[in-house]
């Protein structure tokens, strides 16, 4: 390893080949990752200033902030230093390999020679006995031995007649290491990759819109400077029926710059156009723990609805290598453009049939005189003690809709209709009136990436995987059989040695089951 | 629920066969040691059917298909689970090494942890599973990283056995066990505390109150400072205590009749075990179900981020042994640490940090 050389560049690769560097980033990447959990990342001032008043105290606090904030450990997973140590990692496992992989080859494809009688005996897994048949028989039990253990063994007579038979294999499980090795350098490479040439960004996409923009955390602006840029393109690019190309002109700039801009805002533009024709939620019985959540995406690309999706967790949409997740949901601020859409059946048994409306609107039931006329709209109803409606989340738990039914005489009857709960569909004269949805106030929280180093990644994680089973479960096995005739008895001498760089006791009683069947086959 | 039943039998053979198993160190009577792996067999039985069992109940009620119902989602089924695959990791050492004295070692912790599940009052209802778990990895990914502890745990034990009977006072590895210990001791004692006051507090069983309102209250987080430090001293103290009377352990282990070779060798074989399986199970199956699930298969979240560090711990471990030839204390100690950073990974992260990671806290 460390050569006597005193040239610069064996210097420096020196450095970089010594294990005493490996346990100093392993160290470093280690205690530093520790402090990166406890401090939240990316988060807060007021969230991370209170962890510090649990670890130092009030007082303490704001300075400790301060100083934590400089090193950049607010966000230390992407500071400076955290990627040069994992840089130094990455070529530290480099140099490390080179410099010790020659060595390894040269074992690896040494060929096996004959041992000697002398040299067996000192092999770490070694045996002797005496037989009373003759050589040649012997020989041939022990070929058969060796090839059903998988050996294919090579031959060596001595001038008295003694023979040896010599056989290795696994020797390139011993490169099993040096694929661990590489691989974590593959995966290394795929997220730089990724980091180049992909993004990560966030889209929360109401029900009936669509867009060819996300939106990803902008690197150097603030929070308000952002704000306001990106409200600035947006409505540009709004009034251009989002059209990056026609935006641009109608700012007087070219599309690049243009494109340019909106990436510093974090503003990412797509080749093509993503709506969100519905969304979903199931629920456990009737509780309000989400079993699943879906959304109905549609791609539209130049124009033409290409792929419609339903997208859930675990479930993605892939377009062009852009991937889109299904993280979370929401409702809009605005609720007055909902539309409720109501099943209808008529208290004499008829086909149901659909209605679409708004709050305000109202439509007849077929075959009565009755009117039905949407009222209201509550997102998540519940009753107070006082029999009072009220919202009680701020998610659509319970859509209802309040609705008056009047049939020209008299004064109408109000009443709930909650599409979780069709025992409140009935209406008094018999017909049902069914809350299917109440569509358009519901957004679908994307988390939208693209990183084509993904694959890569993959790769790495298939060879990692390859090189652990041969590193650990698979050694370079030698063994050596020798048979010496012995003239005074008409017997045979018999001696195993054999060996292996790992899990000896394994391949130790697979060595001695060999020996006890040419013993057996001896008698 | 019929899996209970069977739970609670697991549960009531363990804690019998830990005291069988430490009469047999005490006698060294065959019969005595046959019928301490008898009760252990019978409770792994017991616990088997009821892992099963809580399966099959899972599955009807979520309706999510076989693979995706599999009992692994919150801290009480995943604590079963370790509890079952250490006294499986057990019981094949027991029977390659014909060896019953370990098993006053295993037991207790198994004991442990299952009483510690019926004390803390977790709960042990059948969980609805969020979006995100409905996932086959979870299958791969969880049972996987379970296996990969257990077999953590036992490197550790054998690990720390080893330095016990090795270390003397005034060595550094004397130290750095009886602290380790020590601080193992107190934490727990101060959780106890903690759970007698919860349960005191007569509130519904659930992990996530405790775990917010109760947790190190009493003792390192409690509003008043002179509690605080009265319980910085009274660690300090345990600690001093394991120190001081250290050797009295010493002896009771070097009663087990087991080799310090034998141990250090248990040691590596768990970690080469271990090591392999957690790569594959924890951190790449973890990935990609991650990926798939959120589109980002590292996001350095604290669940992660603990899982490398144990990671680095062990790459530590396996290269030190090779390259460097360290055997003995030096490596016993960082076997002992990597488990430190796995009871961190599993527990630490959700009980004191937050992440992703459903189970333990929300």
Not at chain 1, 4 to 23: E, G, H, R, T
Request: glycine share 8%; aromatic share 12%; charged share 15%.
């Amino acid at each position: 390893m460390a050569s006597k050389s005193n040239s610069i560049s064996d210097k420096v690769w020196s450095f970089f080949s010594s294990i005493k560097l490996a346990i100093a980033i392993f160290a470093l990447i280690g205690l530093t990752s520790i402090v990166g959990t406890v401090i939240e990342q990316q988060a807060s001032y007021e969230t991370n200033i209170r962890v510090l008043y649990h670890l130092v105290g009030r007082g303490l606090a704001p300075s400790a902030y301060r100083v934590l904030d400089a090193l950049g450990f607010m966000n230390m997973y992407r500071s400076w230093w955290f990627l040069s140590l994992l840089v130094l990692f990455a070529v530290n496992l480099l140099v490390c390999s080179i410099d010790r992989f020659p060595a390894i080859w040269r074992i690896m494809h040494a060929p096996i020679k004959p041992l000697g009688a002398e040299k067996m005996m000192k092999m770490p897994i070694k045996a002797e006995f005496r037989l009373h048949v003759a050589p040649a028989a012997v020989e041939s039990t022990a070929l058969a031995g060796m090839k059903s253990a998988g050996f294919k063994a090579a031959r060596h007579e001595e001038g008295d007649g003694a023979v040896e038979l010599y056989a290795q294999k696994h020797a390139w499980s011993r490169a099993g290491v040096y694929l661990t090795h590489l691989s974590i350098l593959i995966i290394l490479a795929g997220a730089v990759a990724g980091i180049l040439f992909g993004f990560k960004a966030m889209l929360n996409l109401p029900e009936g819109y669509s867009t060819n923009v996300v939106f990803s955390r902008s690197a150097d602006l603030s929070d308000q400077e952002e704000n306001s840029i990106r409200a600035s393109l947006m409505g540009a690019l709004d009034s251009a029926g989002g059209d990056i190309a026609r935006a641009a002109q109608a700012a007087n700039e070219d599309p690049a710059a243009f494109k340019k801009s909106m990436e510093q805002a974090g503003l990412i533009p797509l080749d093509f156009q993503v709506s969100c024709q519905q969304f979903q939620v199931q629920y456990y019985g009737q509780t309000d723990m989400p079993k699943a959540y879906r959304s109905l995406l549609t791609v539209i690309d130049h124009g033409k609805p290409v792929v419609s999706k339903w997208v859930e967790v675990n479930h993605p949409l892939k377009y062009k290598g852009v991937m889109f997740y299904q993280s979370s949901y929401g409702l809009v601020d605005d609720l007055s453009n909902g539309i409720a859409v109501l099943s209808v059946k008529p208290p004499d048994g008829q086909q149901a049939e659909t209605e679409r409306l708004k709050i305000g609107q109202s439509f007849q039931i077929p075959g009565t005189q009755e009117t039905v006329r949407l009222a209201e709209f509550n997102p998540a109803l519940a009753f107070d003690d006082s029999g009072k409606p009220i919202t009680y989340s701020q998610m659509m738990t319970n859509p209802a809709v309040r609705v008056e039914i009047t049939d020209g005489k008299g004064p109408g009857v109000s009443k709930w209709i909650a599409q979780r709960y069709p025992e409140t569909w009935r209406l008094p004269d018999g017909s049902t009136v069914g809350l299917q949805d109440f569509w358009g106030v519901q957004y679908t929280g994307l988390q939208v990436r693209k990183d084509p180093g993904v694959w890569i990644v993959y790769l790495g994680c298939i060879t990692l995987a390859l090189g652990l089973v041969v590193a650990f479960f698979m050694s370079h096995k030698k063994i050596w059989i020798r048979i010496e005739p012995e003239q005074k008895r008409k017997g045979t001498r018999l001696m195993i040695a054999a060996t292996s760089n790992k899990n000896r006791p394994a391949f130790e009683r697979a060595v001695e089951k060999l020996a006890l069947e040419l013993e057996k086959g001896g008698k | 629920m019929e899996s209970s039943l069977f739970f609670g039998l697991s549960t009531m053979a363990y804690i019998l066969a830990m005291v069988v198993y430490i009469t047999y160190i005490g006698f060294r009577k065959k019969a005595i040691g046959v019928s301490a792996t008898g009760l252990t067999v019978f409770g792994f039985a017991a616990q088997t059917l009821a892992i099963l069992l809580r399966w099959k109940e899972f599955y009807q009620m979520s309706g999510l298909g076989l693979l995706r119902s599999i009992p692994l989602t919150n801290l009480y089924e995943s604590l079963v689970f370790f509890v079952w695959c250490l006294i499986l990791g057990y019981l094949i050492v027991e029977f390659r090494y014909k060896n019953r004295s370990f098993g006053a070692f295993v037991t207790p912790v198994a004991a442990l942890a299952l009483l510690f599940i019926s004390l803390s009052g977790m709960s042990t209802q059948i969980e609805p599973l969020v979006p995100a778990l409905q996932s086959n990895w979870l299958l791969a990914h969880v049972t996987l990283s379970f296996i990969s502890y257990s077999a953590f745990a036992l490197s550790f034990s054998t690990g720390l056995m080893y330095l016990v009977v090795t270390t003397k006072r005034g060595e550094g590895a004397y130290m750095f066990w009886t602290v380790t210990l020590g601080v193992f001791g107190a934490v727990l004692l101060a959780m106890v505390i903690d759970f007698i006051r919860f349960k005191g507090a007569g509130l519904a069983p659930g992990s996530e109150a405790f775990i917010k309102n109760f947790l190190f209250k009493s003792t390192y987080k409690n509003g008043e400072t002179s509690v605080r430090l009265l319980s910085y001293l009274a660690t300090i103290l345990i600690v001093f205590v394991t120190w001081r009377y250290g050797g009295a352990l010493k002896k009771i282990i070097e009663g087990f009749k087991l080799q310090p070779a034998t141990l250090d060798e248990i040691t590596y074989k768990s970690v080469a075990i271990g090591f392999p399986i957690f790569t594959l199970g924890s951190l790449i199956f973890g990935a990609i179900w991650a990926n798939q699930a959120w589109g980002v298969y590292w996001s350095w979240d604290p669940k992660e981020t603990w899982s490398l560090i144990t990671w680095f711990i062990y790459a530590f471990y396996l290269h030190a042994r090779f390259l460097r030839g360290w055997r003995g204390h030096k490596i016993s100690m960082v076997a002992v640490m990597g488990f430190v950073a796995v009871i961190f990974t599993y527990l630490g992260v959700n009980l004191l940090l937050s992440g992703l990671h459903s189970y333990g806290s929300q």
